[in-house]
């Protein structure tokens, strides 16, 4: 099974600024990681595919990069509705593990 | 446009099973897998298996191997997940997750359920 390690845990931040979530995995991914936000007592949104492909409807100013084990999730400019739990998703071997999740607080 | 609508809340003692639907809409039931992932209170997500609507076939997760079963009702349009044996840490909220873009093994999600809270306590 893949482990999957995000950094950090927990993280303050203002609206405005840039932020970066990282994604470590235990062996090489390819290009077959995903990246979700969840907002308390909802379900998961996708927000990023494939490392680097934005989902439709999501905003410009998330984006996804890395290759192999290390990959990260950049907010540009942090808006209000920003603030969620975020989880990292491998899904290039069973079972598609997901990261223990970053949450972004104000 | 695509729904996926779980079935409510349950409470159940440990030892017993505990099913959970979920109907689907919005688009061609048979071409898209459908997986459960769960999440116990405070904690990460937890792939659990998936089901191919087409043709019926399931992979499960080791973990939950001897007591997970999904299945699914074309004609219905939902697709169920069973798990058997419950313990106090199955306490979970269970989710249901369209299958979209895929590797080589699996699939990230694009539709999710709203959600089933299963409470296991005595």
């Known amino acids: 099974e893949i482990q999957m390690t995000q950094s950090p845990s927990t993280m303050s931040a203002s609206v405005g600024e840039r932020v970066t979530i990282t994604c470590r995995a235990s062996q090489g991914l390819s290009s077959w990681l995903a990246w979700y936000q969840q907002k308390p007592g909802k379900a998961p949104k996708l927000l990023i595919y494939h490392v680097s492909s934005l989902e439709s409807g999501v905003p410009s100013r998330f984006s996804g990069s890395g290759s192999g084990t290390e990959f990260t999730l950049t907010i540009s400019s942090l808006q209000p509705d920003d603030f969620a739990t975020y989880f990292c998703?491998?899904?290039?071997?069973?079972?598609?593990?997901f990261g223990q999740g970053t949450k972004l607080e104000i | 446009q695509v729904q996926l609508v779980q079935s409510g809340a349950e409470v159940k003692k440990p030892g017993a099973s505990v099913k959970v639907s979920c109907k689907a809409s919005g688009y061609t039931f048979s071409s898209y897998a459908m997986y459960w992932v769960r999440q116990a209170p405070g904690q990460s997500l937890e792939w659990m298996g998936w089901?191919?609507?087409?043709?019926?076939?399931?992979v499960y997760s080791q973990k939950f191997q001897d007591r997970v079963t999904i299945s699914r009702d074309t004609s219905a349009t939902t697709v169920y997940m069973e798990l058997s044996n419950l313990r106090s840490e199955d306490t979970a909220v269970y989710y249901c997750?369209?299958?979209?873009?895929?590797?080589?093994?699996?699939?990230?999600?694009?539709?999710w359920g709203q959600g089933t809270l299963v409470t296991v306590s005595s």
């Open positions: 997750a369209r299958g979209t873009y895929c590797g080589t093994s699996t699939c990230s999600f694009d539709f």
């Open positions: 089901i191919y609507t087409g043709n019926g076939n399931t």
């Open positions: 998703q491998q899904y290039s071997s069973y079972p598609g593990t």
